[in-house]
């Protein structure tokens, strides 16, 4: 039987420090395909900002050649299209901050220097405070309307993405972000969005799979990553995606 190729692209949890690889969601949901009789070969690829999402994509596509995309939303990077005062990493490990690129004029563009230089910083279970001012950034950003804003910037390239696996005969599957536990308004962010993407999947005969509704208590001490429990829930709800054929 030819093995059936899944590509999986997101961010850090393909890779997540602190957790042995057998206990990591893509290893658990090999193992889940495998007791079908499912022969399976597992790809896995990263993003780091959404305006490298379509090129990723593409190039994943194009070079890996998955019968299967599953697509994370990423948190992480979601959280920047929502706040009108943008961090962003520079070269050197300094940083700078900015306007947000569509305050003013709502084109759906993102600056290429908001992500040139984004640094990944090893994995540190430390819990921070609930409410910040990251959090007061980003209830300023909804109250201007940059979370209708980001919603459309992410359909863009879903759709785009979505077209382009119709074209190479790929079934893709969308996966929502997870809760995030760690900030009040970031989890309400991820929240949002789940229910939105839910909703837009839905409408366009996209296969979507909602992993907000995991449980806080699967979380690291972080509250940003899954522990191994969460893993094994995360590998269970996509493998529902591939019995149903």
């Known amino acids: 039987m030819d093995k059936l190729k899944i ?23 090999s193992y889940l395909l495998g007791k079908e009789k499912i022969n399976n070969q597992i790809l896995l690829e990263q993003y780091f900002s959404y305006d490298q999402l379509v090129e990723c994509s593409r190039k994943f596509v194009d070079e890996k050649n998955p019968d299967w995309l599953f697509l994370f939303i990423r948190p992480f990077p979601l959280m920047p299209l929502h706040k009108p005062i943008i961090k962003y990493d520079l070269q050197g490990k300094k940083t700078g901050r900015t306007l ?84 009040i308004m970031g989890s309400l962010i991820c929240k949002w969005t789940t229910a939105y993407f839910n909703k837009y999947c839905h409408n366009n005969q996209i296969r979507f799979v909602d992993i907000n509704l995991i449980s806080a208590d699967y979380f690291e001490e972080d509250k940003i990553h899954f522990n191994v429990a969460g893993h094994k829930q995360l590998a269970e709800l996509i493998a529902k995606e591939i019995f149903k054929g």
């Open 100 to 183: 947000h690129p569509a305050l003013y004029n709502r084109e759906l563009k993102w600056k290429g220097k908001l992500s040139e230089h984004q640094r990944t910083e090893p994995l540190q279970i430390i819990q921070r405070k609930k409410f910040e001012l990251r959090d007061l950034n980003i209830i300023a950003g909804i109250l201007i309307g940059l979370h209708s804003w980001a919603m459309k910037y992410l359909t863009k390239q879903i759709k785009e993405i979505h077209s382009f696996c119709n074209r190479k005969g790929k079934k893709i599957v969308v996966i929502s972000p997870p809760k995030n536990p760690e900030s």
């Open 7 to 29: 590509g999986f692209l997101g961010g850090c949890i393909n890779r997540q420090q602190g957790i042995q690889r057998n206990d990591l969601y893509y290893s658990m949901f």
